[in-house]
């Protein structure tokens, strides 16, 4: 399985990117597909450009792109493992998570989509958005292979 945890007008921050390839590198080991398992953070400057790129993936089946999206649907941590790890055991190849521009998605890319998802009702700089949602996916990621990372109820 790879993930592209995609960006379109982020800028870089080195703090920031810091903690994303902190997280890509702990996700990395919980992937399934030994060999072809991969993380990618790209970014891109157009919405156009990241169609373009997901256009030239070619795999056995098609990419599936979440929207990231403050209009998508919301799910607890839980709730996110559970969706992730059924796209997972249906044997997804690409799943890419793409946070979008500025102004939000157009309607052709929400057209275009699989999913939107949202991240909570409060509005993220794309830098932190990017830097949550990989975090998320770890923890589901861990959750799935029974690690202790996360602790629901034991508070």
Do not use: N
Request: glycine fraction near 8%.
């Amino acid at each position: 399985m790879k993930l592209w945890i995609a960006a379109v007008g982020a800028r870089p921050r080195d703090a920031f990117d810091e903690l994303v390839r902190l997280y890509v590198e702990r996700i990395k080991p919980l992937l399934p597909g030994t060999g072809k398992s991969t993380v990618e953070t790209p970014v891109y400057r157009t919405e156009d450009a990241l169609w373009k790129a997901i256009e030239r993936e070619r795999s056995r089946t098609a990419p599936w792109v979440v929207l990231l999206d403050e209009r998508g649907r919301s799910m607890s941590s839980e709730g996110f493992t559970q969706w992730l790890g059924r796209e997972r055991d249906q044997g997804r190849q690409l799943l890419i998570f793409a946070i979008g521009p500025g102004d939000g998605w157009s309607q052709d890319s929400r057209r275009r989509t699989a999913e939107t998802l949202s991240l909570g009702p409060m509005t993220l700089a794309h830098e932190l958005a990017r830097v949550v949602l990989c975090e998320q996916i770890y923890r589901a990621l861990t959750i799935l292979a029974g690690h202790p990372y996360h602790r629901a109820g034991s508070r």
